[in-house]
């Protein structure tokens, strides 16, 4: 469609995985985050919580046509029940591998062994 962009992520065998593996940046760890996607209010949201960096940050990126807004004037207006802290696309903290040099070795452990429990609203 014209003015959108579109990806696709192309999957990989585990022995594709393998041989990748040798080209990752070794002072680096795996960045990893739980991603949920959805579409509300005629927006498509994929948000992602990185777990495993400091601070934990939660992402979210609202994909709009471009054109559109600009041929229509609408403003996007995001669900009530999220609150946008700040705009990060331009943020170079919030690049993946500026995310991944802030992994936490400690909180990747305790994610993989399970040991954080869930917490309840206080």
């Keep these: 469609m ?17 041989d990748l593996e040798a080209y990752a940046i070794k002072n680096v760890m795996p960045l990893k985050s739980i991603r949920l996607t959805t579409i509300d209010s005629g927006l498509y949201m994929i948000m992602d919580w990185y777990y495993t960096v400091e601070t934990q940050p939660l992402t979210c990126i609202i994909q709009v046509n471009k054109n559109r807004l600009e041929q229509t004037g ?30 936490n070795p400690a909180l990747a452990k305790e994610f993989a062994h399970g040991k954080v429990e869930e917490q309840g609203d206080e």
């Design 2 to 18: 014209r003015g959108q962009r579109f990806y696709k992520k192309k999957q990989i065998s585990s022995g594709e995985y393998i």
């Design 74 to 103: 609408e403003r996007i207006m995001p669900p009530s029940y999220l609150s946008i802290e700040k705009e990060i696309t331009d943020m170079p903290d919030f690049r993946t591998f500026e995310l991944a040099q802030r992994v």
